[in-house]
């Protein structure tokens, strides 16, 4: 049976390089994973999607609109422009973060104040956890994704997996430490 997880977010959270541990995680326990990522205007602040499914055999990379297992937002516009691809009974990872998008920037746009809000309204299974103060908690902001990837791990049962290892071998060494404990931050919020 293949899962789906779909991580999305704005260029410069990290959201390519949680999806490729975890991907390198799947890989190690056997799975069979395909994973596609879409960076648009990441450098100037733009959406960022990478979508990972695994199982014993994928056939694609793409996750069809209402397939997803898991959406992970680390950004909580994101996760409200992305829930037509949930699942019925699909789970809600959300970081309560506001990044400003350039139209609410220049005065075009508003961003919606009841976000999270609309995400509960729209599913029943959401967690809102706020990863970006937790990662400052840690001495280290630039964890929050690490932290996110943690509840991926702990929402799909993927706890049986050395992610000690993977992040050891995958992450500069200077960052080793923290993202370890960003990741069991992470399991601990879901």
């Known amino acids: ?12 959270q990290g959201t390519i390089l949680a999806s490729k541990l975890l991907t390198l995680g799947l890989m190690e326990e056997g799975y069979d994973v395909k994973m596609s990522e879409i960076h648009g205007m990441s450098q100037r602040g733009g959406s960022v999607s990478s979508q990972v499914r695994y199982g014993d055999k994928v056939w694609s990379p793409v996750i069809e609109k209402g397939s997803a297992d898991m959406i992970v937002s680390f950004e909580k516009m994101e996760a409200l422009r992305w829930l037509e691809y949930l ?20 005065g075009k746009a508003d961003y919606a104040a009841d976000i999270i809000d609309e995400i509960k309204k729209a599913c ?14 840690l001495g ?23 992610w000690d290892r993977i992040v050891r ?11 370890l404990k960003a990741i069991k931050v992470g399991m601990d919020l879901v």
């Not at 791990?153 to 706890?159: E, Q």
């Open 1 to 12: 049976m293949t899962k789906s997880v779909l991580l999305v977010g704005v260029g410069g």
């Open 87 to 106: 699942k019925k009974d699909g789970k809600v990872v959300v970081n309560d973060h506001e990044m400003m998008p350039m139209p609410v920037i220049m």
């Open 124 to 137: 029943h299974d959401v967690t809102v956890v706020n990863a970006t103060e937790e990662a400052v908690k």
């Open 140 to 162: 280290n902001g630039k964890v929050m994704n690490i932290i996110l990837l943690g509840t991926i791990i702990k929402a799909m049962k993927l706890d049986n997996i050395d």
């Open 169 to 179: 071998e995958n992450v500069k060494p200077a960052f080793v430490e923290d993202n």
